[in-house]
């Protein structure tokens, strides 16, 4: 079964940009319509859509974020990654990355990465 | 943006107990609505989608219904695992968006 693993910098200086790693293990990243997403969580808070990439590469992304994410794959490698740049206190979180399948009312985010805790400060 | 909005955002239950978790769109969604378990430490773990469909391998006294603006996540004879926090999740439109989520503590 396909699993999800975050890997990254525990510790960022603010204005520096925020970069992550999702490696995925038991099936190919590049195979089957599936979306790679980002998705964050602010200490004992809700959860965040920060944005999607295809398997073609298409990206879609939040508006509240889209001026500093940029999300990319690396099938050689079977991963997808986030970067996220001019980072402030406000971006510490938990990231998680998690693959959607389906395409219509079924839409659904599974399986999910442990996460990895992200904390911008100097 | 379509809001999701979750109620009530805590609730004390006991083992045995039923509980029913609400969730509410700013908008139509039809069935395009998710939900999620999650425990302390832990990502999130699928339950529901499509609205109603349980995933594999959940348990069958987790049900979804609703559509349109107004959901239900119901637990039927809650068990010691299933004290967690809840969270839908709409798919109609970006951005995706999640509701606040719902605590149930043990009473």
């Known amino acids: 079964q396909v699993q999800l693993q975050e890997s990254g910098p525990g510790l960022v200086k603010p204005s520096q940009t925020l970069s992550l790693t999702c490696t995925v293990s038991g099936g190919s990243i590049s195979s089957g319509t599936y979306y790679w997403n980002w998705i964050r969580q602010p200490a004992g808070r809700g959860l965040e859509w920060i944005g999607r990439?295809?398997?073609?590469?298409?990206?879609d992304y939040n508006a509240s974020l889209k001026s500093r994410v940029t999300m990319s794959l690396d099938t050689s490698k079977n991963q997808c990654s986030l970067k996220l740049s001019s980072a402030t206190a406000a971006d510490t979180a938990m990231y998680f990355c998690?693959?959607?399948?389906?395409?219509?009312?079924?839409?659904?985010?599974?399986?999910w990465g442990q996460g990895t805790l992200v904390t911008v400060s100097s | 943006d379509i809001q999701m909005t979750q109620s009530p955002s805590s609730v004390s239950s006991s083992v045995g107990d039923r509980v029913t978790i609400t969730c509410r769109a700013s908008q139509d969604i039809r069935s395009w609505l998710a939900w999620y378990q999650q425990k302390p430490g832990k990502a999130p773990k699928l339950l529901i989608y499509a609205a109603s469909s349980l995933q594999s391998g959940v348990p069958s006294r987790f049900s979804g219904s609703g559509s349109g603006t107004d959901f239900t996540l119901t637990i039927t004879s809650l068990q010691p695992e299933d004290f967690a926090t809840y969270y839908c999740q709409q798919a109609k439109s970006l951005p995706l968006t999640f509701g606040g989520g719902t605590k149930v503590e043990i009473k």
């Open positions: 998690a693959r959607a399948v389906g395409s219509g009312y079924d839409f659904r985010f599974d399986p």
């Open positions: 990439i295809y398997t073609s590469g298409n990206t």
